[in-house]
């Protein structure tokens, strides 16, 4: 199954596909982790995205969309019914919907189920804004929500936490706008193709997850 995340900054995209992979039968594939890791790995590719990433802008179609299907065609075991790959990230423009629908024919395969995380201006900015990430093993925290045991200090691994620099509050703000001017138009594109469904992503981690796998079910 081929499910999107869809979601504005901080709505909690990643947090669900965390708890998705540890429960269910799941694979993510998430364009802003991977361009985090080819910023720090300074791969051609991490050099391209880096100025727009630092800005909270997108990093152009072209570039995105040819990643996306390099990752999803090294996938195994997508054509089994089972395995949900969940689109975290992607798509963010009209462009990006539009190219994942024509691959997707072309692979046999197609988009099962968007699900779209409704969450207000100020929670937005609270997520974002007090995220604290490992840039080690990529865990997540919050300072306030969820925060790590010894402050600062990533449970799993050690390591000192990081701000994203693109969590700060003046990027978040142009974040927010971008998806307002780009993204947000993909509600209406899966509402008219019948497969959004609408979860309240200001609820807990545990009650979203829970309204994840009735929203699958319906799907099914
Ligand atoms: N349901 C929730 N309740 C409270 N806090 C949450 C919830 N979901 C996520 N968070 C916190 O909000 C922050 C943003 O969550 P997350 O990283 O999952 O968002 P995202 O949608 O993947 O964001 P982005 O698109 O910017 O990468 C994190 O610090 C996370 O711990
Ligand atoms: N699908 C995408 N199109 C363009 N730019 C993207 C896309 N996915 C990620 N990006 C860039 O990465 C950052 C961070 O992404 P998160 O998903 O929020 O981690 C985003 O602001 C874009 O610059």
Same mark, same amino acid.
């Given at each position: 199954?081929?499910?999107?995340?869809?979601?504005?900054?901080?709505?909690?995209?990643?947090?669900? =596909?965390?708890?998705?992979?540890?429960?269910?039968?799941?694979?993510?594939? =998430?364009?802003?982790?991977?361009?985090?890791?080819?910023?720090?790995?300074?791969?051609?590719?991490?050099?391209?995205?880096?100025?727009?990433?630092?800005?909270?802008?997108?990093?152009?179609?072209?570039?995105? /969309?040819?990643?996306?299907?390099?990752?999803?065609?090294?996938?195994?075991?997508?054509?089994?019914?089972?395995?949900?790959?969940?689109?975290?990230? $992607?798509?963010?423009?009209?462009?990006?919907?539009?190219?994942?629908?024509?691959?997707?024919?072309?692979?046999?395969?197609?988009?099962?189920?968007?699900?779209? $995380?409704?969450?207000?201006?100020?929670?937005?900015?609270?997520?974002?804004?007090?995220?604290?990430?490992?840039?080690?093993?990529?865990?997540?925290?919050?300072?306030?929500?969820?925060?790590?045991?010894?402050?600062?200090?990533?449970?799993?691994?050690?390591?000192?936490? /990081?701000?994203?620099?693109?969590?700060?509050?003046?990027?978040?703000?142009?974040?927010?706008?971008?998806?307002?001017?780009?993204?947000?138009?993909? /509600?209406?594109?899966?509402?008219?193709?019948?497969?959004?469904?609408?979860?309240?992503?200001?609820?807990?981690?545990?009650?979203? $997850?829970?309204?994840?796998?009735?929203?699958?079910?319906?799907?099914?």
């Amino acid at each position: 199954m081929n499910i999107i995340l869809l979601g504005p900054p901080g709505a909690g995209k990643g947090t669900l =596909s965390k708890k998705i992979i540890e429960n269910l039968n799941a694979v993510q594939i =998430s364009t802003g982790d991977i361009f985090r890791y080819n910023i720090k790995n300074e791969t051609p590719l991490g050099l391209k995205a880096k100025g727009y990433m630092d800005k909270g802008d997108l990093v152009p179609d072209e570039v995105t /969309i040819d990643l996306l299907w390099d990752y999803f065609d090294k996938l195994e075991n997508k054509e089994e019914g089972e395995l949900i790959v969940l689109f975290d990230g $992607f798509p963010r423009t009209l462009n990006q919907a539009k190219s994942l629908d024509d691959g997707m024919d072309q692979r046999n395969q197609k988009i099962d189920g968007v699900i779209y $995380f409704d969450v207000d201006y100020d929670t937005l900015i609270k997520r974002t804004t007090g995220r604290r990430v490992c840039p080690n093993c990529g865990a997540t925290y919050h300072v306030e929500n969820h925060p790590p045991k010894v402050e600062g200090i990533c449970d799993n691994c050690g390591t000192e936490l /990081i701000q994203r620099k693109d969590d700060k509050l003046e990027t978040v703000k142009n974040r927010i706008d971008v998806y307002n001017e780009q993204t947000s138009v993909l /509600i209406d594109y899966y509402t008219q193709k019948g497969i959004l469904k609408s979860i309240d992503g200001t609820k807990s981690v545990d009650e979203i $997850f829970d309204e994840f796998n009735n929203k699958l079910g319906e799907l099914n």
